[in-house]
């Protein structure tokens, strides 16, 4: 079966700092995957997926980028965290129908 | 704004009382899914719907879609307390594969 991870878990970073957080996915080949922000009480605000390897879709402007390496590793990164960056992130990878969403990493930017 | 829209925002029962949520979306879907989010967790996915079909069963769980009227509702039916959560809708729009879209969700609480 497939599974998502993430790391870290929990994050908290001052503003100005760099962000990497990463996804992994095993149990399938060639996920789409995508990285989603949550506000507190909030829906799901896509930010970017990916359909293969080197192949980025960003939703939204803003201040952060995402790479896919990897067939089954996609990284999130900002080179300078800004307040508003703060959220839960999450991960959701898989096959097309069949999903599934990592356990998101808490983001805290002070 | 987002594609999905669940009503209501917020929904406080009894337990044993069945619970129902909505969804309302704009565009053409390839399938519509909810998930399940209990709080500072992520999510879980709970049953899809493809836009060719009309109902589908889970459990307690029952959802509809109603591609006319570009809406879908989740019933809970025996409702628990463990099933207190928020409850998301998620439309796949996607052309080359799937990009889900997510309402801001229902908080459902049940009460013992």
């Known amino acids: 079966s497939q599974t998502i991870h993430q790391w870290p878990a929990t994050l908290v970073q001052p503003v100005g700092s760099p962000l990497s957080l990463e996804c992994t996915v095993e149990g399938t080949s060639n996920p789409n995957l995508y990285w989603y922000r949550q506000a507190a009480g909030r829906g799901l605000q896509l930010l970017f997926y990916?359909?293969?390897?080197?192949?980025i879709s960003s939703e939204v402007p803003q201040n952060l980028s995402a790479s896919r390496p990897q067939d089954r590793q996609f990284i999130l990164s900002s080179k300078k965290l800004l307040l508003s960056d703060s959220g839960f992130y999450l991960c959701?990878?898989?096959?097309?129908?069949?999903?599934?969403f990592g356990p998101g990493t808490r983001l805290l930017v002070l | 704004s987002q594609q999905g829209e669940e009503d209501p925002q917020a929904l406080s029962i009894q337990e044993g009382e069945n619970a129902t949520m909505n969804c309302s979306y704009k565009t053409s879907i390839n399938n519509l899914q909810w998930y399940r989010q209990n709080s500072g967790r992520g999510l879980v996915h709970l049953i899809l719907i493809r836009s060719n079909e009309r109902e589908k069963h889970s459990g307690r769980l029952r959802v509809t879609l109603d591609t006319s009227k570009k809406s879908s509702s989740l019933l809970i039916t025996a409702s628990r307390a463990a099933d207190t959560a928020s409850y998301f809708c998620a439309t796949d729009i996607g052309t080359s594969g799937s990009r889900l879209t997510f309402g801001e969700g229902t908080q459902l609480t049940v009460n013992p």
């Open positions: 990916s359909v293969g390897i080197g192949q």
């Open positions: 959701l990878g898989g096959d097309k129908g069949t999903q599934y």
